[in-house]
């Protein structure tokens, strides 16, 4: 069966803190797929059979029935797909979850919750009927957008957060942390305390994020790669600087990275997966 995606920016005010909504129904590529963290979070709403998450080596795999809110991590995620899946999401901004969490975002790092234990038993089963009642998926995104727009409210330290979060991705991570505040009229322990507070992660953290995210989206898996030469335009200290870093995201080195890609494009060509998600070695 193919893979069904659909996706749209919301309204505003969400489009401040949502990079998109989605719709996602079909048999995943692989049974197993790697999210390496990345300057956004997720939310899941599941309408198919439950998903399995493993959040890191020392954290043993939990299964997910109703959907998961993954807010901004330091390590990637192993996801483990049923036969066929059918769920509705939300990609967050890194600061975009804080609005609709009951608890400090960084209660929430590296450790995926269930929809349910951020927003209640019947309010999520109530949300759940409503979405596999709808007649097609643009129905649904609509009706998750009005969630949203109903649990939306003032969050505290937001505007400092976003503000200087989008300078960090508007340089890709390259800006020193020290001159965020000074510019935001702020201390970096006060910047970094909101940071905790909403993303979950420091500034410092969130910049090299950014900065290898955008390297990795950089290399063409389909052609020669100058590793030395990527490092340096990205600003890392040398090869071994960002092979390590490299390492410590994705949990692979930049080559074995390129070898799972080109699996990827070999075997899914064209596939809407294809991209961040990595098939799991």
Known sequence: MRVEYVSRVPRPPLDGLIDDLYYLEGTPPYARLTLPPAPSALLI???????????GTDIETAEYADGCVVTMRTRALDFGYPLRSRSVGVHFKPWGPAPFLPMPAAELCDRPVTVEQVWGRR???ELRDRLATADEPHEMLTLLEEELMRRLGETAGLGLVRHTSSVLAATSGAVAIGDLGAAAGVSSTHLAQRFKQLIGITPKRLARTYRLTATVFAINPAGPTDWGDLAGRAGYYDQAHFGHEFREFTGLTPTRYVEVRQRFLREHPGHVLDGWPLPAD
């Open 45 to 55: 709403v599941n309408l198919g059979a439950p998903f399995r998450i493993r959040a």
């Open 123 to 125: 309010a999520v089963a």
